[in-house]
C-alpha cells in the first residue's frame, strides 16, 4: 500500500512530543508499505538532521518555512476564521509538492497528523484519509486563555474558538478521526459526533527507557525530578507553582529534599527558580535518563495538559514512582493508587511525594507497578495493533469519492 503521511514538524530525530508519535507511526507503516512523509521544516539544521527519517520510509519532501513569512500568514489572516496554528504551517512550497505527489503517485491512503496540517489535503478526494488529532488543540488553547492574563487570555480564547469550528470542519471531510486517549476523542465527539473516530495511546521505547534492575537501590532518596521543555507554559507555569506552593512543605518535613529540572531552553522565570533552596535547573542535557533514574519521585503537576503527557510514561517505564495531577493523570492507560499517585492541591502533592521519599518499600511497589503496566499497555508495539485496527476500520468503511482533486 502507498502512503501518503503528513506531520506538521518533521518527524526525525523523535526527540519530543508529537515528533515520537509521529516518528513511530511513520515506523511501523514503512515495515509493510511504501511511505511518503511531507512536512515543513524550520531551519537548515533541522533539514539536515530529519535526512535520516530516509531510513524508515520510502522517501519525504521537505520544504523550510521562513519565520518571518509565518508570522506574516498569522497576522494577515487574524481578522479571518483561520486558525494561527494552520496559518503558521502553511507553505505554498511544500503544498505544490504534495499536490503534484497525489497526481503522480496512486496513493492507498493519506495519514495526517496534526490537524495544523490538514488543510494541505481536506478538499483530497477519491483516496481513504485518516487525521490523528492527537490532541485537541482548540482545547488546550481554551485552557491557556483560562491562566494568562488580557489581552493574551483574548488571543488564547479566539484562536481555541477558531480551531474548535475548523476541527469540526476537518473531522467531517476525513473518513476516519484519531486522537491519543479516549478522552481527547471524547471532546472530539461533542463537536463532530458524526465523525468516525477512534484512538491510540503514545508507546514508549521500553528498551530505552528501561530500569536498571542490577542495583534497584540506585538513587537518591531525597531528589524529586521533573522532565519537559522548559520554554513550554504548561512547564513553565507548573515548576513554578511547585517551587512556590509544594517543595517548602516537602522541605519543611524533609530539609535534605531537593528537586532537579531537567530539559531544553529554560525560561528566565525557569532559571530563577534555581536560586530557591534546594532547586537546580539543567536546561539541555544528552541524556535525561541517569537524571531520571537517579531520582526517588518524579513528579507532573500540571494544570494544563492534554492527551498523553510522554515524561509520565518515561518515568515510569525508568522504574521511578510518579505523582501527577488529577489532569495529567487521564491521559494514559493506568490506574491511580495502583501503578502511580495523584494529587489535587498543593498540600496533596506534598503529601504524595513525602509518601515516597519516607518510604522505601512503598517506593519499590509504586516502580515496580508502573513499569510493569508500560509493558503491558503502552509499548509500541500495543499502540501499533490499534493503529492497524484503524487503518482496517477507514479502509474498510471510506464512502467512495470522486477522482483526487485539490482545491
Not at 306 to 320: D, F, S, W
Not at 340 to 368: C, H, I, K, N, V
Amino acid at each position: 500500500m502507498k502512503i501518503l503521511y503528513l506531520c506538521h514538524r518533521f518527524p526525525f530525530p523523535p526527540d519530543f512530543g508529537s515528533k515520537v508519535r509521529a516518528f513511530h507511526t511513520i515506523k511501523h507503516l514503512g515495515k509493510e508499505h511504501e511511505v511518503t512523509v511531507a512536512a515543513p521544516v524550520r531551519s537548515a539544521a533541522e533539514a539536515r538532521a530529519g535526512a535520516e527519517l530516509g531510513a524508515h520510509c520510502h522517501r519525504y519532501l521537505m520544504e523550510p518555512i521562513s519565520s518571518a513569512a509565518a508570522i506574516f500568514r498569522m497576522v494577515v489572516g487574524a481578522p479571518t476564521p483561520q486558525p494561527a496554528s494552520m496559518a503558521y504551517f502553511d507553505s505554498p512550497a511544500l503544498r505544490r509538492r504534495i499536490k503534484d505527489a497525489i497526481s503522480q503517485t496512486g496513493f492507498d491512503l493519506i495519514f495526517v497528523h496534526c490537524s495544523s496540517v490538514a488543510p494541505y489535503v481536506e478538499e483530497v478526494g477519491g483516496i481513504p484519509k485518516i487525521l490523528d488529532f492527537v490532541d485537541m488543540d482548540s482545547q488546550k488553547w481554551l485552557d491557556y486563555g483560562r491562566f494568562r492574563r488580557f489581552p493574551n487570555s483574548a488571543a488564547y480564547w479566539l484562536e481555541g474558538r477558531k480551531l474548535e469550528r475548523a476541527e469540526a470542519r476537518l473531522a467531517r471531510k476525513f473518513d476516519f478521526c484519531t486522537c491519543a486517549t479516549q478522552a481527547e476523542v471524547e471532546t472530539l465527539k461533542d463537536l463532530a459526533p458524526a465523525a468516525p473516530a477512534d484512538w491510540f495511546a503514545n508507546g514508549v521505547d521500553l528498551d530505552y527507557f528501561s530500569p536498571e534492575m542490577a542495583d534497584a537501590t540506585s538513587y537518591d532518596p531525597d531528589s524529586v525530578v521533573f522532565m519537559g521543555r522548559m520554554d513550554y507554559f504548561p512547564n513553565v507555569q507548573a515548576m513554578t507553582w511547585f517551587c512556590t506552593q509544594v517543595l517548602p512543605t516537602i522541605q519543611a518535613q524533609s530539609p535534605k529534599a531537593k528537586l532537579t529540572i531537567v530539559g531544553a531552553n529554560p525560561t528566565r522565570a525557569v532559571r530563577d527558580l534555581a536560586k530557591r533552596p534546594g532547586v537546580s535547573v539543567t536546561g539541555t542535557v544528552p541524556d535525561v535518563r541517569p537524571f531520571v533514574r537517579g531520582a526517588a519521585v518524579a513528579v507532573a503537576p500540571l494544570s494544563v495538559a492534554r492527551g498523553t503527557q510522554n515524561k509520565i510514561l518515561e518515568a515510569m517505564a525508568l522504574g521511578v514512582p510518579v505523582v501527577a495531577s488529577d489532569l495529567a493523570g487521564r491521559g494514559f492507560d493506568a490506574t491511580p493508587e495502583e501503578h502511580f499517585l495523584t494529587a489535587a492541591s498543593a498540600e496533596d502533592f506534598a503529601a504524595q511525594t513525602l509518601r515516597l521519599l519516607g518510604d522505601a518499600a512503598e517506593r519499590r511497589r509504586y516502580a515496580e507497578a508502573g513499569r510493569a503496566r508500560m509493558e503491558d499497555h503502552h509499548s509500541w508495539a500495543a499502540a501499533m495493533r490499534r493503529l492497524d485496527d484503524v487503518v482496517e476500520k477507514c479502509l474498510a468503511g471510506t464512502v467512495q469519492r470522486p477522482a483526487p482533486a485539490i482545491a
